[in-house]
């Protein structure tokens, strides 16, 4: 299930990616755009057949419930299949009717790849909850949880402070340096590589990737 739903939401990610859009004139985007969601129409497909699966075998698992005398249990990982079905089934649905337009516009197209990647990682998480079930690796992910836990205080700091930078870099560079600071989600991202040092050197002076 995981990897089928990654298949189609990867493929998406890689069809509508904006690096193929560069250099086009708009009468080209427009056909390629048209092309790409002709591609990925044909297999987001089966991706709705195979999630609707999964959210009608929740429901008949829920319809012989009300007719048998010693009912099913209904556990947590049936739930979980029918949460990341019912998500994915809605992403495929919207991915699937998007307008030419809205690929085109990167602002709208943007909104559409941060909810693909959401809702890629809650199914990957279905596929992690597996971990508990093996010993040595529960026992792993257990003391990762406890880590966490003890550096909350330190997670929010740090949270407080980039929303700080981000309200003060944007205000000062939005003009200048529209690439990098044009919005608060792209100062983000900028500051956030500057803290783990991804930028390159042109011309000898640090410049962010």
């Not at 992403?91 to 809702?119: A, E, H, P, W």
């Not at 003890?150 to 003009?175: A, K, W």
Request: hydrophobic share 50%.
């Amino acid at each position: 299930m995981v990897i089928i739903f990654q298949l189609i939401n990867f493929t998406y990610l890689n069809l509508f990616k904006e690096r193929r859009f560069d250099n086009f004139n708009t009468l080209a985007k427009i056909a390629y755009a048209e092309d790409c969601l002709v591609e990925y129409q044909q297999i987001n497909f089966l991706g709705t057949i195979f999630s609707s699966g999964l959210v009608f075998h929740l429901l008949e698992k829920l319809l012989f419930n009300i007719f048998a005398k010693k009912p099913l249990i209904l556990d947590n990982w049936t739930i979980l299949d029918f949460v990341s079905a019912a998500l994915n089934l809605f992403c495929f649905n919207v991915i699937g009717n998007v307008t030419v337009d809205q690929v085109i516009d990167q602002s709208q197209k943007r909104v559409l790849d941060y909810y693909v990647i959401c809702v890629t990682i809650l199914t990957w998480l279905r596929f992690f909850g597996y971990f508990f079930m093996v010993r040595i690796i529960s026992k792993l992910l257990h003391t990762l949880f406890r880590m966490l836990r003890d550096t909350v205080s330190f997670i929010f700091i740090v949270v407080c402070y980039f929303i700080v930078m981000t309200t003060i870099f944007t205000m000062l560079f939005q003009l200048p340096d529209k690439d990098r600071f044009g919005s608060v989600t792209m100062t983000i991202r900028t500051l956030f590589n500057a803290l783990i040092g991804q930028y390159d050197y042109l011309d000898d002076k640090p410049r962010f990737s």
